[in-house]
């Protein structure tokens, strides 16, 4: 492993780690910036289809956390080759599960457009969108494989190299496709496509040069794919854990009202940007923690636990208490509705407090994912959901049966939303992670005897 102190190597994964992460979301901005000169049905027919798209991609982020877990422990246990050689067999399941995504959402692409209510001008573009870009989600799920590979193999910069050429990309290719060609929406997906089939490539390049060094067989094996499906399927359960519960607080807040609807836009983008930086260092736990333990070094474990835990609440902190200074000034950034400001500033507010309980929970998650816990992570998920849901069918009868609330009341129901968020949804996950970690009588993080 690298020397130098713990926060170097945490910083040293996290940061590049970050800048991949936010390059990720670029796609969808650009996409977005060059199809609104198209005209709104064609931005409204985007937004819809790449809320699908986002949405399939995020289902199978496994393929990314299995495979920095696995390649991570195998590398701390100085078998680099079975590190690469995982990532193969999960580069090789990650393209067939790619194949199936892609012709499934080219087949039902008309049905979810449409089932998801779009207006007659905008569900052409919608659809158009969705089967140019379908063909990229072979490329995507490879990029999520090789990417987990990568991280395990320590080396975060890479996959920033490959993203930001591919952002890069996209912008040439979108511009040729959208405009030069004359296919419009289309084009835009489909330039898409074709930046993450290169990114694919380039990253697939990447591993292969290193398992042709090492010696590794590029073939799949039917055990070692079968393998990477079994270990990744309890992650899947938890991610859909996950989006059950963040679907489930959209209800809420559509219910309460428009302005507390847009509010919960302005709390859950700001909250999604402060995920990405969550994210980094969650990324830099999930490959520290796995090498560790595949090293069997439990003195450096012990330590990058505790570090860890400090970096997850101060990175919380620092950010919560960035947002709560802002919480009056960044809603005026999504529209002059002063109702809607009211609404946003106090749920915002409501979420920076637990924005240090967040970045523990983010972080641990991370430990937990690179100690190979994903079965524990999956009922950790289920039990999640079965904390948070019956809170928030008790603030849905309410909001129901005041209906309709005015502005003060929509104002209320959201500071009620976002302190069951999290009370409950991340107060769960938090309590789950850390016993795990530290306070379980038998298979303790902390003790080195997880299993």
Known sequence: MRGGSLTAQILGLAVPALGALV????????????????????????????????????????????????????????????????????????????????????VSGPALVSALGADPEVAPHAIAYLRASAPGLVGMFIVLAATGTLRGLLDTRTPLVVATGGAAFNVVANAVLIYAAGLGV??????????????????????????????????????????AALDGAPLLVRTLA??????????????????????????????????FILDALAIAAQALVGYALGAGDLTRLRDLLRRLAWWGQGAGLVLGAVIAAAAHWLPL???????????????????????????????????????????????????????????????????????????????????????????????SRGACNAWRTWWSPRHRLVAGDIG
């Open 23 to 106: 390059a990720e979301p670029l796609f969808v901005l650009i996409d977005s910036a060059m199809v609104g000169h198209l005209g709104t049905p064609q931005l409204a027919g985007l937004a819809l289809a790449s809320t699908v798209l986002q949405t399939v991609v995020g289902v199978f982020v496994f393929l990314a956390y299995s495979t920095t877990a696995l390649a991570a422990r195998a590398l701390g246990a100085g078998h680099a080759d079975q590190a690469v050689r995982s990532g193969i067999e999960a580069m090789w399941l990650a393209a067939g599960l790619g194949i199936v995504a892609a012709v499934a959402l080219i």
């Open 186 to 227: 289309a084009g835009s997906g489909a330039g898409t496509a074709v930046a993450q089939t290169l990114m694919a490539v380039a990253l697939v390049w990447v591993v292969v040069r290193g398992a042709r060094r090492l010696g590794v067989p590029l073939r799949p094996s039917a055990g070692g794919v079968w393998g």
């Open 242 to 275: 996950l989006r059950v519960a963040l679907l489930a607080t959209l209800t809420v807040a559509t219910a309460a009202g428009t302005q507390a609807l847009a509010a919960h836009q302005v709390v859950n983008s700001v909250w999604s940007l402060t995920g």
């Open 333 to 427: 950034l999504f529209g002059s509705d002063p109702a809607m400001h009211q609404v946003a500033t106090a749920a915002l507010v409501t979420a920076a407090i637990s924005m240090p309980l967040a970045g523990l929970v983010f972080l641990l998650d991370g430990v937990l994912i690179g100690a190979g816990q994903g079965r524990f992570l999956a009922v950790a998920g289920l039990v999640m959901l079965a904390v948070y849901l019956p809170g928030l069918g008790v603030l849905l009868h309410w909001v129901h049966s005041s209906s309709p609330l005015d502005v003060e009341g929509q104002t209320q129901a959201m500071v009620w939303l976002w302190a069951c968020f999290g009370g409950l949804f991340l107060a």
